[in-house]
């Protein structure tokens, strides 16, 4: 009889994979090393790890061991037995295989807790589960990693030794994971950013980015590209200070909720705030006067500079940074108004993600624990999401308790070249702060009402989304964002004249070019420009100087052909207009 498939597509059935091939590295760890005490082993995204207090100090070359003792565990097919037992038995039994961390764990269980364990051959561990029937079901394995970890996270606790592995059905699986893992180091944008030195970060400013002449072309025309997207819908553009006093934060929420993630500062004997989000500014700049009800909706859209405290072990390259240009909007309109409001912005989305050749999916995020307002206004925005998501027929899931504080939120979630995906747009429905700040308007009625806000950014942050598009496009970007468009390299010094006198034409057509004049041999030219991911080259010797044309190859196809510097000239453009990918 053939074996059932596993459906690794099932999230349950995936970490149950993960699960008990965290046990089996446990009980490969014990049968090498006897004294290694057991801590937690949990399955987690992309794999699993397991925790040990140990005294040999684990190496690399001890992961090919553990690896190779796995198999065998494997091989044994032994199943998974699941038992319980009474609290005291249970702390018993583990206290006699001096298994500290265990009892610790059950004596801090509550005291009408269900205590399993599962056994598998001649290792017990406990566990709640569920795992996989046996162990003969796990089919492709890499140890990949050992990294210290505190008991329980605290860094007042014992360190720990962890190591981490992913685990597939089948080896074809696994090699293309692996694959993916090698190519996305390739693409990391810390890497490609110092290549092609768009960006630094200065160990005198950790999470405060730099951005370098190449990388601030790249950010201008992305801000560029989104101002057009938003005047074309009606979007008025503002800029508020980076710096506001402590009231306004009281009044927000953010002193509340968001204080511990902010920066402070004092301002003639009054406290201020290093603003941590535009929406409070946007507010004020709405409130500075008394619209009618036919004015509305008023689309308000800020590049706003924020500045947010971020742990040091959370920082990384661009993707989390302290300092950040949030792409910010607020949307003030009349509650009908709301759900055409919503369908308008992802409609937007939609457009700004297509032109970059990214995918993506919809979270609606509903009430959070700390959240602000009642369960009735909750109710109604979560309601106006959905049915705005629904009138385009979108589909979504829901994400449990992740909203802001003070509204829900739609979350999306691009995946890239890599099928990774990337938290970036959000759509946020606010009935809260308008409250809070007093916010009206006049009706029809001639009295005084309160407006719906719409928080919203598409990008998530300019620095972010930049990092994603690197990684996303391997540094190799569409010729509208690429720093250089055209890079012109000679044979030898005496080609020169011939050289600056293309690159004066070129750049006379708005285009970026770069000469390469320096004797140097061509080969190291065309190899370091390969390295700047330049989308053209151009290499100019004796034929291209008497014919009066350029020998220009395309580094994304390979082709290479002779054209004149028109014909050069109107390509680009055309392909800059199109903004082709």
């Known amino acids: 009889m053939a074996k059932e498939k596993i459906n690794f597509e099932d999230e349950q059935v995936r970490s149950n994979y993960r699960h008990t091939t965290s046990h089996i590295m446990a009980q490969a760890v014990k049968k090498l090393w006897p004294d290694a005490k057991l801590a937690i082993g949990p399955s987690i995204e992309n794999g699993f790890y397991y925790d040990f207090d140990m005294e040999h100090v684990l190496e690399p070359n001890d992961l090919l061991k553990i690896q190779k003792e796995m198999k065998k565990i494997v091989q044994a097919n032994y199943p998974l037995e699941r038992f319980e037992l009474p609290r005291d038995e249970a702390i018993k039994f583990m206290a006699d295989l001096g298994e500290d961390y265990k009892v610790e764990l059950i004596q801090d269980l509550p005291e009408d807790a269900i205590i399993s364990f599962y056994k598998q051959g001649d290792f017990t561990d406990l566990c709640a589960g569920p795992h996989m029937e046996s162990t003969g079901q796990i089919k492709a394995i890499k140890l990949q990693s050992i990294a210290g970890a505190y008991w329980r996270g605290d860094s007042n606790r014992k360190m720990l030794q962890r190591i981490y592995g992913t685990c597939f059905p089948s080896q074809a699986e696994l090699d293309e994971y692996l694959a ?10 810390r890497k490609l950013g110092k290549e092609m030195d768009l960006f630094m970060i200065a160990d005198e400013g950790p999470g405060f980015p730099f951005f370098l002449p190449k990388g601030m072309v790249i950010r201008n025309e992305l801000e560029s590209f989104w101002k057009q997207e938003h005047y074309k819908r009606g979007y008025e553009e503002i800029r508020t200070p980076l710096i506001l006093n402590e009231q306004l934060w009281r009044t927000s929420g ?50 706003g500079q924020c500045h947010r405290h971020e742990l040091s072990g959370a920082l990384h390259g661009l ?93 999306f979630h691009l995946e890239d070249s890599l099928g990774r995906t990337w938290q970036c747009g959000t759509i946020q429905l606010d009935m809260q702060m308008p409250q809070r700040f007093d916010v009206t308007y006049v009706g029809s009625d001639g009295e005084k009402h309160r407006p719906l806000m719409i928080h919203r950014a598409a990008f998530g942050s300019v620095e972010r989304f930049i990092g994603i598009l690197i990684e996303h496009f391997a540094g190799k970007f569409p010729l509208w964002l690429a720093p250089v468009q055209v890079k012109l390299m000679t044979v030898t010094e005496k080609f020169a004249p011939y050289a600056l006198e293309v690159a004066e034409k070129l750049e006379a057509a708005g285009l970026r070019v770069e000469c390469d004049i320096r004797n140097e041999k061509i080969g190291y030219k065309i190899r370091e420009a390969r390295n700047e991911r330049n989308p053209y080259l151009c290499v100019i010797g004796e034929k291209e100087v008497e014919a009066g044309t350029l020998t220009v190859r395309n580094t994304k196809t390979g082709d290479e052909v002779e054209m004149s510097v028109e014909e050069l000239q109107t390509k680009l453009l055309e392909e800059i207009d199109a903004k082709a990918i």
Not at 180 to 189: F, G, I, P, T
Not at 270 to 275: F, L, V
Not at 280 to 299: H, N, T
Request: include cysteine; glycine fraction near 4%.
């Open 180 to 189: 993916k893992l090698e190519e996305a180091k390739k693409r990391d944008h």
């Open 254 to 303: 953010h002193w509340d909720h968001y204080k511990d993630n902010m920066y402070f500062t004092q301002i003639d004997d009054e406290d201020y705030a290093i603003k941590p989000m535009n929406c409070p500014g946007s507010i004020l700049a709405f409130k500075r006067k008394l619209w009618s009800y036919r004015e509305l909706p008023v689309r308000y859209a800020e590049l």
């Open 319 to 411: 993707m989390r940074v302290r300092t950040f240009v949030q792409d910010d909007a607020h949307i003030f309109m009349l509650p009908e108004q709301t759900k055409e409001e919503v369908v308008k912005v992802i409609q937007l989305y939609d457009d700004l993600y297509k032109m970059f050749n990214l995918t993506y999916h919809i979270e609606l995020s509903t009430r959070p624990e700390d959240s602000m307002g009642t369960k009735e206004e909750w109710d109604a925005a979560e309601t106006a999401l959905k049915e705005a998501i629904e009138m385009i027929d979108a589909p979504y899931v829901i994400n449990e308790g992740d909203g802001a504080f003070y509204g829900p939120k739609l979350d």
